[in-house]
């Protein structure tokens, strides 16, 4: 950050020299030499002063590179549940001023994305708040239960809404044009797997298989033997996968998702922490905070409160978040957990 050469470069655009601005510091024109020669910088004490002098921001003060602002974002959008007008228009106003930077193009791109997404969730928020609140005054109200619907991101049966086709499309031409890519084909069976496009899955899961051949194809000729109804050689082939592949933990955090979907929570739940048990540092809080919605599902609220306690004690101890929205979401979910359980 520097901030000599940027004050030199206001006091010229503002026509004034060492001295008049010394002047209005009550400093040393000798001070103002030596901030703008790098030799010394100013005392923080007196960069209100120079902001108001210049009338800029004491953000502008700093000549900040690319990449500090792009970390900057990256951490707000992180740490923040909610952004401020000016937080929001600061990060895009320089996200956009920044695309035809060849260097910086793929984060601006990534951030602005993240961004979008940060506030639509907020909003998310907020619709659903309204929506069960307008449901206390109209319950038989099918517009408000479908604003519910929305601001959940719930399950919709119509299939004309449910269906995936755009997304299916896209990534059908996303892995022809990165054949090697394996987690390509992961993003486009999701999707031909629930819409029951299972022949095209099957060819799908060939190519995966071609460009990477690991435990994630098990998994998926799993789930593609479930989606055909057949159970019973769908858990052979997970739990053939965990027996190939002891020390794998994803082989595990696998198998949990799949027994969780089907209702088999104990045996999920130990998986989970099987999963954990075997990740390297620094773990992820996944196994937790799934673990989580498993007990509260069960109507275990206190054991969910303990796993949602584990997740902090992740953060702190893996990750050393001790602050912020990661938190925050955490102590506030908690706090929900307990007050049900009050009601019981």
């Known amino acids: 950050m520097n901030i000599g050469k940027k004050i030199k470069s206001l006091r010229l655009q503002k026509s004034v020299t060492q001295e008049e601005l010394a002047g209005h510091l009550s400093i040393s024109a000798q001070a103002v ?33 690319a990449k500090t602002h792009l970390e900057r974002i990256e951490n707000m959008l992180q740490v923040k549940k909610t952004l401020s007008k000016m937080e929001y228009d600061y990060a895009q106003d320089f996200l956009k001023e920044n695309l035809t930077d060849s260097e910086c193009r793929g ?112 998994m998926y000729e799993g789930q593609i033997a479930w989606a055909r109804g057949k159970q019973e050689e769908a858990y052979s082939i997970w739990d053939s996968m965990v027996k190939q592949e002891p020390d794998n933990w994803l082989v595990y955090a696998y198998a949990a998702d799949r027994y969780a979907a089907d209702g088999r929570y104990q045996e999920a739940i130990e998986f989970n922490k099987q999963a954990y048990l075997l990740q390297p540092s620094p773990k992820y809080i996944d196994a937790y905070e799934c673990i989580a919605h498993i007990y509260e599902i069960m109507g275990d609220y206190e054991e969910a409160v303990d796993a ?31 007050e049900l359980a009050k009601s019981l």
Not at 36 to 43: G, L, W
Not at 46 to 59: Q, R
Not at 310 to 337: F, N
């Open 107 to 218: 984060k601006c791109l990534n951030l602005l994305a993240e961004l979008h997404i940060h506030e639509a969730a907020m909003h998310s928020d907020q619709a659903e708040y309204f929506a069960k609140e307008a449901l206390k005054e109209n319950p038989s109200l099918k517009d408000n239960h479908t604003a519910l619907l929305w601001a959940q991101h719930g399950t919709i049966p119509d299939w004309n809404y449910s269906n995936h086709h755009k997304r299916i499309a896209f990534y059908q031409q996303f892995v022809k044009e990165n054949p090697k890519y394996a987690r390509g084909y992961m993003y486009l069976l999701d999707e031909l797997i629930a819409d029951g496009r299972l022949q095209e899955a099957d060819e799908v899961l060939l190519e995966m298989k071609r460009a990477e051949d690991d435990c994630r194809v098990r």
């Open 33 to 65: 030499s030596k901030w703008e020669n790098d030799i010394t910088t100013p005392d923080i004490q007196l960069l209100p002063e120079l902001s108001a002098f210049f009338g800029v921001t004491i953000d502008e003060l700093f000549d900040v590179a």
């Open 308 to 338: 949602l306690e584990e997740v902090i004690h992740i953060l702190e101890q893996e990750w050393q978040v001790t602050e912020g929205e990661a938190i925050d979401r955490q102590h506030r979910e908690i706090l929900r957990l307990k």
